[in-house]
């Protein structure tokens, strides 16, 4: 389902589906395949996802820590041109989801330039 997915929707309806399907215990590892459902979304996220959809995957899924400031990364991209502060703020929220603490930062600089503060 992952693989075929087209756009952002469709990322975010494989990753609903894929948490009944792998089991939660809290002691065991990530299993291969979940990985690989992780790894495939998450690219092709960074590609086809909406800043919206970004944020709301960031928020709810885990990145692994080497793609984690490219994603982070790809919504300022998305976010560029956005003079909404709370924008920014979720761009944060999402950065420090992420562990990306000079994205985190910058985005809060942005938010905070964008709100005159």
């Keep these: 389902m ?3 997915a087209s756009n952002g929707k469709e990322l975010l309806l494989a990753m609903r589906a894929a948490v009944g399907v792998f089991p939660v215990d809290t002691k ?3 299993l291969p395949a979940e990985s690989q459902v992780h790894s495939i979304v998450t690219a092709k996220m960074m590609e086809l ?3 919206d959809q ?3 995957y960031a ?3 885990s990145v692994d820590p ?3 400031r490219p994603f982070v990364q790809r919504m300022f991209q998305l976010g560029d041109e956005n ?3 709370r924008v920014w703020y979720r761009i944060r929220a999402a950065a420090f989801h992420l562990k990306v603490g000079e994205l985190e930062r910058q985005a809060q600089a942005r938010g ?3 709100a005159g503060r």
């Design 2 to 4: 992952a693989k075929k």
């Design 28 to 30: 065991s590892q990530e």
């Design 49 to 51: 996802g909406t800043l």
């Design 54 to 56: 970004l944020i709301e």
């Design 59 to 61: 928020m709810q899924y």
């Design 66 to 68: 080497e793609s984690a």
């Design 83 to 85: 003079p909404d502060p």
């Design 112 to 114: 905070d330039q964008l």
